[in-house]
């Protein structure tokens, strides 16, 4: 669910069959597509600097997020649990891990984009190759959109996910919140799809801007192109591709969102329950002991 929304985002070409040039139609079209060219592995490209990109950023993203809330509520006036508390913690958490992974997140769309022959056949080999050729801050392409955007993505996130929330507890009787960890799931994944499709854009241009430099790598797709930084990357795919071009790869976008933030917060939510319970087990022994 990853690798096609990255070969959707990154066609120029118009996402239909009658669009003269274009690879890839539609989901099932582009997993076809993949199948009969590059074999199953296809599907798990970039899976190694992908594992380090979800590591290092939900580490650094919950940590930044608890120690932001326990500092407003420490320190001002605020309710921690308010959801435009959890907005901005939310939100500058995300930017923190953004940044402490960046890298990573560069290296896996890198990886995700490149077809047969391979221009990097191992990690190792694309970081040196990446940083002889193109220099360090390389691997920082694409981190202003990407910094704007995942303010208010993360942030939604968080906000949706503790209004859905204080929702449930509303909506649902007493007697039928049994189920907390399924509810926990839905609300992440429905959070998930507002905060996707309401800041997708700069995930887009965050992609065309990432590949940046890696033009022969592409050119067996279709058409590619060079853009000179953010705003020249919004005014070339207004104006060769129109509005919907800001959108392609929307659908598979939102099956992984939904699906990878509500697992998010199931986990997190499930791993925190568990660590109460044991932390709440071993007073009592501590205590006798």
């Known amino acids: 669910l990853e690798i096609f929304p990255v070969f959707l985002q990154l066609q120029i070409e118009q996402l239909s069959c009658r669009s003269p040039g274009a690879k890839y139609h539609g989901i099932l079209q582009a997993v076809q597509c993949m199948l009969r060219e590059e074999g199953l592995r296809a599907f798990w490209k970039g899976h190694v600097p992908a594992q380090f990109l979800s590591i290092g950023y939900g580490a650094v993203q919950f940590m930044a997020f608890e120690s932001l809330t326990k500092l407003v509520h420490n320190l001002t006036s605020y309710n921690a649990r308010d959801s435009s508390v959890h907005f901005v913690c939310g939100g500058l958490a995300a930017c923190t891990a953004t940044a402490a992974v960046q890298p990573v997140d560069t290296l896996r769309t890198r990886f995700a984009a490149q077809g047969e022959p391979k221009i990097y056949p191992s990690l190792r080999h694309a970081v040196v190759t990446m940083y002889q050729t193109e220099g360090p801050w390389t691997f920082y392409r694409g981190l202003t959109p ?6 208010p993505y993360a942030g939604l996130q968080f906000y949706f996910y503790n209004v859905l929330q204080h929702f449930s507890e509303w909506a649902v009787p007493a007697e039928g919140k049994k189920g907390g960890n399924i509810k926990n799931l839905v609300c992440g994944s429905c959070s998930g799809i507002i905060s996707k499709t309401l800041t997708y854009p700069f995930d887009l241009f965050k992609k065309r801007l990432q590949v940046g430099g890696f033009e022969q790598a592409r050119a067996a797709f279709g058409q590619v192109r060079t853009y000179r930084g953010l705003l020249d990357c919004m005014r070339q795919i207004m104006r060769e591709e129109g509005p919907g ?5 929307l659908s598979p976008s939102l099956l992984k ?7 998010i917060f199931f986990c997190y939510e499930l791993f925190c329950s568990l660590l109460c319970a044991l ?6 022994e501590r205590k006798e002991g």
Do not use: Y
């Not at 990407?146 to 303010?151: D, G, K, L, R």
């Not at 969102?257 to 697992?263: D, E, I, K, N, V």
């Open 279 to 284: 932390k709440s087990t071993e007073s009592p």
């Open 257 to 263: 969102a939904a699906a990878s933030t509500g697992l």
């Open 245 to 249: 071009g800001f959108f392609k790869g």
């Open 146 to 151: 990407t910094i704007i955007a995942i303010f």
